[in-house]
């Protein structure tokens, strides 16, 4: 019999396989506990349990089914996992790590340790951004929810026993809410008590612009952060490079975004890739000043990490600074996302593709520009 993956249940879920096999109601939670708390890889490991309710569950289900095919660490600390699923698919998780200081309610400054997870919702990406290494091959498949918390779980076992993750961001391969029920189900478990227990507001989710499921997202009433890739502030320019944006309108965008801060209280983003000579002119940014101010969204610019083979360019700091200074003029929330983990192939997609495209042949290819230093990316 082919096990199951734990954690594509949830707690109640879970008790109830378990009562069938006549363990006791709060068995369930003991093992999330240990999966969840105590960072257990395998049924031996949860010795309150008695040896039968072991030997049960192992023959059952499986906790970890993927294989990390690669672990690169970046100099800025940036860690990137590659893991290979069962049938063969790959994907990224990264986690970002920052320590900083920050104001607390009352001025004080204190040190904060952000452990942000960036995970990935599906095989490749139907999307084909086409400035991304994620979306050159296409979609090969959705991932269940316990394969994104399986990737949270991968990351946290980097971490020091004292550290946990503290944001999520989906913003890996794939499109988040073209695997809707998977993504919400992720986020059930990332959120609840018995789960990770990462408050809802600490957690974003990206998308290229799919307006009814994003109310479908806001009508799942966890006030997640929504992150919109606009990446150009017109619908021409916007179609030229979101093969997914014809057929949507920024217009459409711009009406469920409202309707998610309606529903949610929580701003939205704009997540702005900025391709050199493409989206960064003076008249690029103030018709995406237009779009923020309509509904009222911060904007976050993001350096574009170049992939090789596909033609774009990353912009210059000075560009950068104008850009985000005439935003800010026009009275635009603006932010550079600062760019981590250049070193190890930050862009999304790239370390899968290295995977399995041979590195000379990267190494021999013309470097003509551009990678999606995630499209609707993190790093
Ligand atoms: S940028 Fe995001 S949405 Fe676009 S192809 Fe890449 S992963 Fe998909």
Not at 13 to 38: S, Y
Not at 55 to 83: G, M, P
Not at 267 to 286: C, F, K, R, S, W
Not at 364 to 375: A, E, L, M, V
Request: glycine residues 8%.
């Amino acid at each position: 019999m082919t096990r199951e993956h734990l954690l594509n249940l949830d707690l109640p879920a879970l008790a109830a396989i378990l009562k069938t096999a006549g363990m006791p109601p709060f068995r369930a939670r003991q093992i999330m506990e240990w999966v969840f708390q105590h960072r257990a890889r395998s049924f031996d490991q949860m010795t309150n349990l008695s040896l039968r309710d072991r030997e049960f569950l192992a023959d059952r289900f499986v906790i970890f089914t993927a294989e990390k095919a690669r672990h690169v660490t970046s100099q800025d600390q940036t860690e990137k996992i590659l893991l290979r699923w069962p049938d063969g698919g790959l994907t990224e998780s990264v986690m970002i790590p920052c320590d900083d200081d920050q104001a607390d309610d009352y001025g004080r400054t204190v040190v904060s340790h952000r452990r942000t997870a960036c995970l990935s919702t599906q095989v490749g990406c139907p999307v084909g951004c086409a400035f991304c290494a994620s979306g050159l091959e296409g979609l090969k498949r959705n991932l269940t929810s316990g394969e994104m918390i399986e990737q949270a779980l991968q990351l946290t076992h980097l971490l020091p026993e004292q550290r946990r993750l503290t944001n999520i961001v989906f913003m890996g391969m794939g499109e988040p809410l073209a695997n809707l029920d998977a993504t919400c189900g992720a986020l059930k478990t990332l959120t609840a008590p018995w789960g990770l227990h990462i408050g809802a507001r600490k957690i974003t989710v990206s998308t290229v612009g799919l307006p009814p499921q994003i109310r479908a997202l806001a009508a799942h009433g966890l006030p997640v952060t929504l992150a919109v890739s606009l990446h150009a502030p017109n619908d021409d320019l916007r179609r030229q490079i979101i093969p997914w944006a014809t057929g949507i309108s920024i217009d459409m965008i711009t009406s469920a975004a409202t309707d998610y801060f309606e529903k949610t209280g929580r701003e939205v983003t704009l997540e702005y890739i900025m391709l050199a000579g493409v989206n960064t002119l003076p008249q690029h940014a103030d018709e995406l000043a237009s779009i923020a101010r309509k509904i009222r969204a911060n904007v976050n610019l993001i350096y574009y990490n170049e992939v090789p083979g596909i033609p774009f360019l990353r912009p210059d700091g000075g560009t950068m600074k104008t850009f985000q200074q005439r935003l800010r003029t026009l009275g635009v929330n603006t932010h550079v996302r600062r760019s981590r983990g250049r070193d190890v192939s930050a862009a999304c997609g790239q370390l899968a593709r290295q995977d399995r495209v041979p590195l000379e042949i990267h190494r021999d290819t013309p470097r003509t520009g551009g990678d999606k230093s995630r499209s609707h990316r993190a790093l």
